[in-house]
T-cell receptor, first 111, second 114 residues
């Protein structure tokens, strides 16, 4: 299917565990982004990538790791999950400029 | 530094009434401005964007927004609310045109009362 897909849609994990959220886009967009959405904060940028093998920190990168070995994939890894990382995570992609397309989100609960 | 303020985290309107969602921005350079809509359990979808062309921007689903530099505002309006407009709306600003520099507001949840 064309578009941007995130998996899993829902995830429950325990404190201290490593968890990876997947993001895949079929448009060959250069830019990809990871946001977290929390009540009262809107969307905050975690990491972004301008192209394969090029990544950079956003506003709230601590505790997260990203990689982008292929243009179409941009996984987000929580190395040691904490309760404060309970959130809804959105992946987005953009060809160029400020218009982005969002995935449906992953709701992560850390217990 | 750029920032955006959405006035009113919750707005209720009657079906058929005017929708007005307020957004004020701060930017040191001419900004790019956006409104996104998020339906329950969905990602964000672009409603409209201002990129220094016409100050009145028309978007999807009958929404429009007017860029007012003197008021640093970019309010979203729709003449007649429909039940399907119930969603959360986010205003966003970018001072560089590059998406990594976009700052989102905290969102306004729109309730449409039948």
């Amino acid at each position: 299917d064309a578009g941007i897909t995130q998996s899993p849609r829902y995830k429950i994990t325990e404190t201290g565990r490593q968890v990876t959220l997947m993001c895949h886009q079929t448009w060959s967009h250069s830019y990809m982004f990871w946001y977290r959405q929390d009540l009262g904060h809107g969307l905050r940028l975690i990491y972004y990538s301008a192209a394969a093998d090029i990544t950079d920190k956003g506003e709230v990168p601590d505790g997260y790791v990203v990689s982008r070995s292929k243009t179409e994939n941009f996984p987000l890894t929580l190395e040691s999950a904490t309760r404060s990382q309970t959130s809804v995570y959105f992946c987005a992609s953009s060809l160029v400029g400020p218009e982005a397309f969002f995935g449906q989100g992953t709701r992560l609960t850390v217990v | 530094a750029q920032s955006v303020t959405q006035l009113g985290s919750h707005v209720s309107v009657s079906e058929g009434a005017l929708v007005l969602l307020r957004c004020n921005y701060s930017s040191s350079v001419p900004p790019y401005l956006f409104w996104y809509v998020q339906y329950p359990n969905q990602g964000l979808q672009l409603l409209l964007k201002y990129t220094s062309a016409a100050t009145l921007v028309k978007g999807i689903n009958g929404f429009e927004a007017e860029f007012k530099k003197s008021e640093t505002s970019f309010h979203l309006t729709k003449p007649s609310a429909h039940m399907s407009d119930a969603a959360e709306y986010f205003c966003a600003v970018s001072d560089s045109g590059g998406y990594q520099k976009v700052t989102f507001g905290i969102g306004t949840k729109l309730q449409v009362i039948p």
